[in-house]
C-alpha cells in the first residue's frame, strides 16, 4: 500500500543521500538493461526493472554497486518462532535470488541488499554498508567515525519513524514542508571538542 512505498522510500532516499557524501554517479532508481533471453538468468528477468540505488565508489575506487531496500516488520504472524538472524539472511537471499545474477552478468556491476526491520535493526549486509559509509565520510570530513555513525543511525531511525507514525496515524491535512539541510552542510560531532556536558550547565550560586 501507499505507507508501505512512503517507509521504503523515505529508507532509501536516506541512504542516497549518505551516498552522495562519499561516491560517484550516485542515482535513484536506476533502470535495469533488458535482457535479450529471459531464460538465461534466475530472478527478475522483466524488462524496464529497476533498483533502488546504484553508486560508484563504495567498495572499491571504480567499482558499481547497485543496492535494493527491503523492511520487514519481525513480529508478524508468518514469522513467529522464527530466529531474527534467521528472518535476515531469509530476507537478504531473496533480494539476491530475484537480482544478483542479473547485477552481475548484465550490469557488470555488484549487488548489495540492504534489509531493515521496521524497528531499525539491520542484517549483516546493511551494517556492513553503514559502517563502510561511516568509515569514508569520516575520513573525508575528518569526524570522528562515532559521530557518524551515531548521526547515520538517527537519521535512518527517524525515516522509520515518520513512516511508522504516519501509517498509525494517517494524514491529517496538508503540513507545511521544512527543507531538511542536506548532509554535506551538517557537522557530525554537534559538540565543538574540549566541551562537555558540564559546560553547559550553569553554576549554581
Known amino acids: 500500500g501507499g505507507y508501505l512505498i512512503f517507509r521504503h522510500n523515505k529508507v532509501r532516499d536516506t ?35 529497476r533498483l533502488d540505488i546504484s553508486a560508484r ?11 535494493d531496500v527491503r523492511i520487514f516488520h519481525p513480529n508478524a504472524d508468518s514469522y513467529k518462532n522464527r530466529d531474527i538472524k534467521q528472518l535476515y539472511s531469509q530476507h537478504e537471499n531473496l533480494k539476491k535470488k530475484e537480482y544478483e545474477q542479473r547485477v552481475i552478468q548484465v550490469e557488470k556491476s555488484s549487488f548489495t541488499p540492504l534489509v531493515y526491520t521496521t524497528s531499525g535493526g539491520m542484517a549483516p549486509m546493511a551494517k556492513a554498508f553503514h559502517r563502510r559509509v561511516a568509515e569514508l565520510v569520516s575520513e573525508k570530513r575528518s569526524e570522528e567515525y562515532k559521530d557518524v555513525m551515531s548521526m547515520m543511525r538517527t537519521k535512518l531511525s527517524f525515516a522509520l519513524l515518520k513512516s511508522v507514525l504516519v ?9 507545511p514542508r521544512v527543507a531538511e539541510l542536506p548532509l554535506s552542510c551538517l557537522s557530525f560531532n554537534l559538540v565543538p571538542k574540549g566541551l562537555t556536558y558540564n559546560s553547559f550547565v550553569p553554576n549554581k550560586p
Open 57 to 67: 565508489g563504495l567498495w572499491g575506487p571504480f567499482q558499481r554497486t547497485m543496492f
Open 15 to 49: 541512504n542516497a543521500e549518505f551516498l552522495k557524501e562519499i561516491c560517484q554517479d550516485v542515482r535513484t532508481e536506476p533502470e535495469l538493461i533488458p535482457i535479450d533471453n529471459p531464460h538465461q538468468l534466475p530472478g527478475n528477468t522483466m524488462e524496464r526493472a
Open 167 to 175: 501509517s498509525v496515524r494517517g494524514s491529517r491535512g496538508k503540513s
